[in-house]
């Protein structure tokens, strides 16, 4: 069974900071492809950024420049440092995780407990 626990998140100010993290656990065997969604009051889920195959991150348009996801991969770790944060950024932030290998343990797809950001202006 594989589980993603987040951590970080809050309140702050428009311009401010927040850090979130996310770890995995579950089957030692697995890699774990790591990536940051965020769903606001009233709006579908949404994507903000994850690694590409070339190990670099990619983001969503609307964070690009003032996110930066960062992986420990000894940890199963990633992390999604928010800066200059702004009011549309207020939402529950989640973690996903897609694990893959071998065993046929290493599939589907799960997600964090959520965390809430709130930027207020």
């Known amino acids: 069974q594989v589980q993603l626990v987040q951590s970080g998140g809050g309140s702050v100010q428009v311009g401010g900071s927040l850090r979130l993290s996310c770890a995995a656990s579950g089957y030692t065997y697995c890699g774990y492809d790591m990536s940051w969604y965020r769903q606001a009051p009233g709006k579908e889920r949404e994507f903000v950024a994850r690694?590409?195959?070339?190990?670099?991150?990619s983001y969503a348009d609307s964070v690009k420049g003032r996110f930066t996801i960062s992986q420990d991969n000894a940890k199963n770790t990633v992390s999604l440092q928010m800066n200059r944060l702004k009011p549309e950024d207020t939402a529950i932030y989640y973690c996903?995780?897609?694990?893959?290998?071998?065993?046929?343990?290493?599939?589907?797809?799960?997600w964090g407990q959520g965390t809430q950001v709130t930027v207020s202006s």
């Open positions: 996903k995780t897609d694990p893959y290998g071998g065993s046929a343990d290493c599939r589907g797809s799960y």
């Open positions: 690694f590409d195959t070339d190990g670099r991150g």
